[in-house]
């Protein structure tokens, strides 16, 4: 996979017509963007449709966390928008899971869709270690539930997850090649964490054996943007 398709920028902004003018601005470097909650919840579905429109590809991160029928229902109807990825919450349980990956299958085969790559969000990347175990209530450390978590959405027929830098080499040496792993919470040396607790280089993620990193704020909040997006896939290709 080349540099530019590993590379996924997060719209993060509510006006449809800015996220318009930032697909259109970074066309020449970036083959998905990444549909989130603010700008889903004020463009809509619609949204989807224009940036296929411009020859683009979707990730649509609404993270759905529900009983099992409604996200299967939701993702079926996420599956009839094309786009490329989605995801859920792997805490919503191993059914949830399943079932929504028999749906979804069975909607392509019947409707002769493309599949999208279903993912399950393991651990936020902006909780930190001391938060997982003290105001949630865990036990044992992230890497560990991390782990254990990509193990049931591999079982139940996910292809892959979202996890931070930090866990993706664990991930990849139980789960073996096939399966996805998308790293948020991705910070040059030069851009500071924001909110995100567990961050890293582009460098050291794909290094680790992430096969997508997405970024937001690195690029889109930095005086020169364009120059940001060159600089991380320079990164990327002397990794
Ligand atoms: O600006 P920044 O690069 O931190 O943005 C990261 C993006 O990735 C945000 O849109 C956020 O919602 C998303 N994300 C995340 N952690 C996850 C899953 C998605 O930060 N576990």
């Known amino acids: 996979m080349s540099a530019k398709d590993r590379l996924i920028l997060a719209l993060d902004v509510n006006d449809p017509e800015e996220a318009i003018a930032i697909v259109e601005r970074f066309s020449d470097w ?13 463009a ?3 949204i989807v449709r224009r940036i296929h429109e411009r020859g683009k590809k979707v990730f649509l991160d609404l993270k759905f966390h529900d009983i099992p029928n409604t996200v299967v229902r939701a993702s079926i109807m996420v599956t009839r928008l094309g786009v490329s990825m989605f995801n859920m919450h792997a805490s919503g349980g191993f059914e949830m899971m399943r079932r929504t990956s028999e749906a979804v299958v069975e909607t392509c085969l019947r409707e002769n869709l493309p599949r999208p790559k279903m993912i399950a969000v393991t651990v936020l990347t902006s909780i930190s270690q001391e938060e997982f175990k003290k105001d ?32 993706v080499q664990a991930i990849r040496n139980s789960l073996g090649k096939g399966f996805v792993i998308v790293t948020p919470g991705i910070r040059p ?3 500071p964490p924001d909110d995100q607790k567990r961050t890293m280089t582009p460098r050291e993620a794909l290094r680790n054996g992430a096969d997508y990193l997405v970024v937001g704020r690195a690029v889109l909040a930095q005086k020169e943007p364009e120059k940001a997006v060159e600089l991380i896939l320079l990164e990327l290709l002397s990794s």
């Open 136 to 167: 949630m209530g865990y036990q044992h450390g992230i890497r560990t539930h991390v782990k254990h978590l990509s193990a049931l959405a591999h079982r139940a027929g996910l292809d892959g997850v979202v996890a931070s830098g930090h866990e």
């Open 44 to 46: 809509g579905p619609d």
């Open 30 to 42: 970036i083959t998905t963007f990444k549909v989130g909650l603010e700008l889903f919840t004020t």
């Open 189 to 191: 040396s030069w851009s």
